[in-house]
């Protein structure tokens, strides 16, 4: 099993330095064909970096604390594959809650995941994340009116459940194809 996970983590390794090459390259292309672009690319990453920097030890120190402290038990019964309603309930309000960029919110799904989180789960928690913010929803609320925060939730919430129960069933699909092979 460690040899397995340190092949995975090798390969994943792989696949982030080809990322960044891939990046890279891009960056070097895009300055050669249109080279006034090339400060503001230098200026966006290096504004993103200092984000990431910033937030990046906080996001460590978080998902220590919930590595120790929330048990693969307690996940895997309030968000598992067989939490159903409850679990989907779950995840809508661990998305919605709280409030920073979304990169914050995939570390956080990686350790629900490997303590037993379905698939369904993590998608609607990340979706959550993304577009349904109980702040947001009051903003949106004063300026666009009740009735278009209401429907445009309402949508939100349906349409984000069945992806996440869509991707699970993909994902879960890709599982027994690979355990057959």
Known sequence: MNEQMMKKNKKNSKKG???????????????????EKSPLILQTSFDYFKQMAMVFPAILILMGLFTVWVSKEFVMIHLGESSGIKGIAVAFFLGAIPT??????????QALRKKGAS???????????ACIKIPQELVEMQ?????????????T??????MGVSINKLMNTEKEIEVKI
């Not at 920073?100 to 799904?109: L, S, Y």
């Not at 698939?119 to 994340?129: G, K, P």
Request: charged share 0%; net charge positive; glycine share 6%.
């Open 157 to 162: 919430t349906v349409f984000i459940t069945i």
């Open 119 to 129: 698939y369904t789960n993590l998608v609607i928690f990340l979706s959550a994340w």
């Open 17 to 35: 330095f080809l990322f960044l090459g891939l990046v890279i390259v891009g960056f070097i292309l895009t300055s050669i064909l249109i080279p």
């Open 143 to 155: 300026f666009l009116g009740v009735n278009f925060m209401l429907a445009r939730l309402l949508l």
């Open 100 to 109: 920073g960029p979304i990169f914050v919110a995939f570390p956080i799904a």
